[in-house]
Each structure stands twice: as structure tokens, then as C-alpha cells.
């Protein structure tokens, strides 16, 4: 074989071929193909100029540094984050570019960022004269009222007004709220239009109690800047006080439409979704503030809330502990981890977390109650007595804290005493609600607010304990002079129509009542405003003010119990059957008084059957309680049961003689 075929077996790719000639379609042919050639050809270059025009513009600085302020001034702080960190990204060692971003994190609340920003600015060259109101509110948002209050001090003259809204809350947080509204005074007579000073002044107001001061600088606030989120969110929250949940609502749905991501809007506007029973809602807004601000306590402690409702103790659990410790110490954490531990048996944990409720709020009946079940259940019956002894002594002492006094009594030894707490459980209430009394002598307590003089709580406490002492004279003149020193303070309104009542002057009472509902339309001031009204005899304006209430509050329990009551009083038995089941699905089968109220519905659109259920349910809670005496005795007569409703009527009125009600249902067995 010769070499030319040998290299040719060994390297087939090496052969010679003959080389084709390129042919153009037929399509591409002739003066008809170059035209299509060149319209493809267009085509081409018309699509990649397309692509060139959507394709990302490289970061422009300065353009990014003019969106971020404009997104500042007009309120939407999130997207002037965004556009900060575009410009840093284009120009990292822009100083005014990290300047600006620290602003907006001040706005968003995270005064670490915003710190570590400051400190970028200065090392980009950026003087630090210009960032000392800067660094204050960073500091402040850190904790440190005290840099904040020397930072602030160092502002340049330009900065004033910036400066001085900053100490105010330095001095608020230090507990020197009469201060701080001072220096936020003087900063607004200077400059009225300053719709942040007129912010920060509501807020320190609201936080003080003086929820009426509050609601006319918030409205400032808001008329002068109505896209300003702080403004409008400090707004939903005086209105939330003063009118209810649902008028509270567009407000803080305004401060989300200028930023969707708001985290102080986002919280409170779960929090109220929650209140008014619009779960779906709340998680929702509950996620988007997670979003807005990754592993936020509050957001977090809402969705334990939720799942609390929802009975899943191990999902609420795991939630609290996420929060790390950052709101351990709120009423409402010690009353959601107290009521886990309880409901899994943990009886030392949930007393751990009660006693502190209890010591934040001595007052407070409900948390007394459930402390002292849960020292019971752990074994210490002294300290159950202890703690309910105060609710014991009322005469409007619910059946349960009565209850429970009886069983602490049995454990120790006293069953004498256990015998009487059980029969006054068995009666029921015997009085109308009063104020909560207190065991300190009068003099004492004078001494101590004259020791805390401008302090109003040390004068509810006098007025407390002059009632206790009989001495509704001197109560109601003190009580009236706190409330002309506090027009906007509803707490000094309830006291002095707290006073009133208790003098059995409840028409003057109802006066002053509707007045600190103005203030604040919650549901211990609607309670005392609808039964002041009753027994002044303005039952049509009682009602009106419960119908109010609940159109703002739709899931409050109190207040849809008293409607089903009012129902049945007028014999609206259908409505009252629909309002009170829904009440029991709620509350479960253990309150006597929706029972009686539900026996006597049933009994009332003629189903004897259901009324009879009812009725000896109610009986065998309370049988020495002449209402469910009566409803039981109603309900056997519907059913056609005479001999035994008789016997029932005429305990009934035995035990109530002076109940009309009660001796007619007996007048009309015959």
C-alpha cells in the first residue's frame, strides 16, 4: 500500500472532498429574496434594540439617592430603603447615600441598621455635625434615652426641631412625660405646621392616659400630613379607644396604602383584624409584618394568640418561645403562656406567669381568678385564700371565685367556712358590681399621694379607699376635682362616676359614664354606662349605647351576653335564642346565667323540651339562685309540668320576694 493510501485509512478525515457550492433557497432567490433578506435582517435588529431597552439600566446614584428622598417625603419608607441601597450598590462610598438609608431605617424603627449606616456616612466623608439628630434617634430606638438625650444636645441649629422631638422621647421613656410634652409644646409654638412634633406629642399622651389630648394632636398630625404612616397609625389607635375596632380599621389600612410594609401599622392593624374576630385577616397581616420585619416578636406573639384560639398549645408554644424573650413580659404573653401551661398541667409554670399579672395589675379580678385556681391545683390553699379574699368579701362575687374559695377553704381543714362560700355559690351574686375595695386605711393612702403629688393614680387609690370607709361624700369631691384636672383622662371620668354610683346617684353617673365613653369606648366603660342608664331609667339610650358598642365590637362576649339578656326581658325570643347560642358555643355549658337566659328563649317560643334542658342545667349550677329557679320552674310549665314548676316558682320567690319578675311567672301558673 503507498503512503497516500495508508494515510489515507489511518486519517479518513484527512481525505479529499469535493467542496459544495452554497445555494440560496429558492425562497431567497432573486430581487423578491433580497427583500425578504434585509425585512428578516430588521427584524433581527428591531428585536435585540427591544431587549437592549428592557434589560436593567446599570444603578444610577444619584438618580436612586433623588427616589430614596422622595419615597421619604412621601411616606412610603420602604421603598426609600430600596432606592439607599440601589445607591449605595452604584456608590458604595457615597456618604449622603448611607446618610439617607439610615434615615429611612430610623423610620422603620431599626435604630442598630440605621447606627451602622451613620457610621458608613462618616467614614465616606461625610461631616458627623450633619448626622448628630441621626445618631440620637438611633440610640433612642437602641434603648439609650441617655445618648440619645447627650446626641441630641450636639445638633446644628438646622436641626432643632428634629432634635428636640428626640429628647421629648428620651424624657418620655425616662418616665418624664410632663417634660417631654413640654419640650414638644414649645417646639410646636414655634412651628404649629411640624406634623412629626404633633405625632410625638399624641403619642406621649396616649401613652399617659390623656386620651382626649391625644386625639386632638393626632388629628393634627394626620390633617397635616396625610400620608404619613407614624400620623395615620397613631391615629387608628385613638380612634380604636375612643369609637371601636371597625372605625379604627381605615385608618390603619391608610397608613398601609402610603407602605404596604409599615411594621407599626401592620401590627396594629392585626391585632384589631383579631379583636373583631377576623382571624384569616389578622394571619395575614401577621405575615406580612414578618416579611416587613423578619422575626418580629410582636407578629409572632399575634400568630400564638391564634393558635391559642385554635386549641393547638404546641404550635402556640413554639411561637412565644421564637419570640425570644421579647415580649415575656406583657399582660398579654403571661396570660397566653400561663394559659398553655395551665391547659397541659402545669400547674407551677402557670402560676409563675399569673402572679406577675396579678402584681402588674392588682386590680385585675379576672387575673386573681385564674391565679388563684392555679395555686390551688399546685397545692397552696393558704395562698388561693390569700389572693381571692378581696373577690370574696363583694357581694357581687361571681359563683367560680366563690368556688374555688370553698375548695381552698376544704383543703384546709375549715369546713364550716367551705360550707358558706358554697351556699353563696349557689345563690349567685347578691349585689351589683362596686367598686374594687382596698384594705388600706385612708390615712395612708392621703400620705402617699401627697408623697406623689401630680401622680393620679395614688388619688384613685383615696378615692377607693374613702368608698370602702363609707365616706362617699369626700370621694365624690375628690374624685371630681381629679376628673376637672384630667378632662381628657377617662380613667379620672370612671373614677368620679364610679363614686356617683356608689352613692346610688346613677343618673349623674350615666352623665359622667358617657363622657369617659367619649374618651374611651372600651368594654368596661360600656358595661358601667349601660347599667348607670338602666337604673336611671333611660333604658332606650341603654340600649342604643350597647348597640353601638356592639357594631365597633362585634365578638366582645359581655356585650352580646347583656343583648341576649335584654332579648329575653323583651321577649324577643328568637333573636335572644340566636344571640345566646352563640354565647354558649363560646363559653361552653358551665354559665348559669346564659343558661337561665336560654331556658327561659326556649321556654318563650313554646319548644318546653329544649327550655327543660336548659333550665335544669342553670338549677343544678346555681339551685340556690332564685333566677335559675325561676327559669327552671318557667321551662317545666312550658313543658306542661305544673306541680313540679310550682314547686320551683315558689322557691324562687322565696328566695327573691322582691322580685316582680319572678312573683308574676308564679301569678300566671294559676
Not at 467542496?19 to 435585540?48: D, H, Q, S, W, Y
Not at 392621703?446 to 370621694?475: C, E, F, K, S
Not at 318557667?634 to 322582691?658: M, S
Not at 312573683?663 to 301558673?669: E, F, G
Request: positive net charge; charged residues 20%; glycine residues 10%.
Amino acid at each position: 500500500m503507498s503512503d497516500a493510501a495508508q494515510r489515507s485509512a489511518r486519517y479518513p478525515m484527512l481525505r479529499r472532498r469535493r467542496r459544495r457550492r452554497f445555494k440560496m433557497p429558492a425562497l431567497l432567490a432573486g430581487n423578491r429574496g433580497r427583500l425578504l433578506a434585509i425585512c428578516l435582517l430588521c427584524l433581527i435588529v428591531v428585536t435585540g434594540a427591544i431587549a437592549l431597552s428592557q434589560r436593567s439600566p446599570r444603578p444610577d446614584a444619584r438618580r436612586s439617592i433623588k427616589g430614596a428622598l422622595t419615597t421619604l417625603e412621601a411616606g412610603n419608607y420602604s421603598a426609600a430603603r430600596n432606592n439607599a441601597q440601589a445607591a449605595i450598590t452604584a456608590a458604595p462610598t457615597l456618604g449622603i447615600a448611607h446618610a439617607v438609608l439610615a434615615r429611612a431605617y430610623l423610620e422603620l424603627g431599626d435604630g442598630l441598621a440605621a447606627e451602622a449606616e451613620l457610621t458608613r456616612a462618616v467614614d465616606a466623608g461625610l461631616s458627623v455635625d450633619r448626622l448628630h439628630q441621626l445618631q440620637a434617634h438611633a440610640r433612642l430606638l437602641q434603648g439609650d434615652p441617655d445618648g440619645a438625650i447627650d446626641a441630641a444636645a450636639k445638633a446644628l441649629p438646622r436641626y432643632a426641631g428634629y432634635a428636640a422631638r428626640i429628647r421629648a422621647r428620651a424624657l418620655a421613656a425616662q418616665g418624664d412625660g410632663v417634660q417631654a410634652q413640654a419640650v414638644l409644646g414649645a417646639l410646636l409654638d414655634r412651628a404649629p405646621n411640624d406634623a412629626a412634633g404633633w405625632t410625638d406629642l399624641g403619642r406621649i399622651r396616649l401613652t399617659a392616659g390623656n386620651i382626649g389630648g391625644a386625639s386632638d394632636a393626632a388629628a393634627r398630625a394626620a390633617q397635616l400630613a396625610p400620608r404619613e404612616p407614624a400620623a395615620l397609625t397613631l391615629q387608628g389607635e385613638v380612634v380604636r379607644s375612643r369609637y371601636g375596632l371597625v372605625a379604627a380599621l381605615p385608618w390603619f389600612e391608610a397608613a398601609l396604602a402610603s407602605d404596604a410594609y409599615y411594621h407599626p401599622a401592620l401590627i396594629e392593624y392585626a391585632a384589631t383584624l383579631g379583636e373583631a374576630g377576623r382571624n384569616a385577616d389578622m394571619l395575614a397581616a401577621t405575615r406580612r409584618a414578618l416579611q416587613a420585619r423578619p422575626g418580629s416578636a410582636q407578629a409572632l406573639y399575634l400568630q400564638a394568640v391564634l393558635a391559642a384560639r385554635a386549641g393547638r398549645t404546641e404550635l402556640s408554644r413554639a411561637l412565644l418561645l421564637r419570640t425570644g424573650g421579647a415580649v415575656a413580659g406583657l399582660p398579654g404573653t403571661l396570660l397566653v403562656s400561663g394559659s398553655l401551661d395551665y391547659a397541659e398541667g402545669k400547674s407551677e409554670q402557670a402560676v409563675a406567669s399569673w402572679r406577675q399579672m396579678v402584681d402588674a395589675q392588682p386590680l385585675n379580678v379576672t387575673a386573681r381568678r385564674l391565679l388563684g385556681a392555679a395555686l390551688l391545683r399546685s397545692g397552696d390553699a393558704q395562698g388561693a385564700l390569700d389572693l381571692l379574699r378581696p373577690i370574696g368579701l363583694r357581694a357581687d362575687a361571681d359563683s367560680y371565685s366563690l368556688t374555688l374559695i370553698a375548695r381552698a377553704f376544704e383543703a384546709v381543714g375549715d369546713r364550716v367556712l367551705a360550707a358558706q362560700f358554697l351556699d353563696r355559690a349557689a345563690a349567685g351574686p347578691a349585689a351589683s358590681a362596686t367598686i374594687f375595695a382596698t384594705d388600706d386605711a385612708v390615712g395612708a393612702l392621703m400620705a402617699g399621694a401627697d408623697a406623689a403629688a401630680g401622680d393620679p393614680t395614688y388619688v384613685l387609690g383615696v378615692i377607693r379607699g374613702q368608698v370602702a370607709a363609707g365616706d362617699n361624700a369626700g370621694a365624690i369631691a375628690r374624685a371630681r376635682s381629679l376628673a376637672v384636672a384630667g378632662p381628657g383622662a377617662p380613667a379620672a371620668q370612671l373614677a368620679l362616676g364610679d363614686t356617683l354610683a356608689a352613692a346610688g346617684r346613677y343618673a349623674e353617673a350615666a352623665d359622667v359614664y358617657a363622657r369617659a365613653a367619649d374618651l374611651s369606648f372600651d368594654e368596661p366603660t360600656m358595661l358601667r354606662l349601660v347599667d348607670a342608664l338602666g337604673r336611671a331609667g333611660r333604658a332606650r339610650d341603654a340600649s342604643a349605647s350597647l348597640a353601638v358598642y356592639l357594631s365597633q365590637n362585634p365578638q366582645s362576649l359581655a356585650g352580646q351576653r347583656l343583648l341576649g339578656h335584654w332579648q329575653v326581658a323583651s321577649g324577643d325570643w328568637n333573636r335572644a335564642i340566636e344571640t345566646l347560642e352563640g354565647v354558649r358555643r363560646r363559653v361552653g355549658n358551665r354559665d348559669g346565667g346564659v343558661l337561665t337566659d336560654l331556658a327561659l328563649a326556649y321556654a318563650g317560643s313554646d319548644d318546653g323540651e329544649i327550655a327543660v334542658r336548659y333550665g335544669r342545667a342553670a338549677y343544678y349550677l346555681s339551685p340556690m339562685n332564685p333566677a335559675a329557679a325561676d327559669a327552671y320552674g318557667v321551662a317545666l310549665a312550658a313543658q306542661g309540668h305544673i306541680d313540679g314548676a310550682r314547686q320551683l316558682l315558689v322557691k324562687a320567690t322565696r328566695l327573691a320576694p322582691a322580685n316582680a319578675t319572678i312573683a308574676a311567672h308564679l301569678r300566671q301558673l294559676g
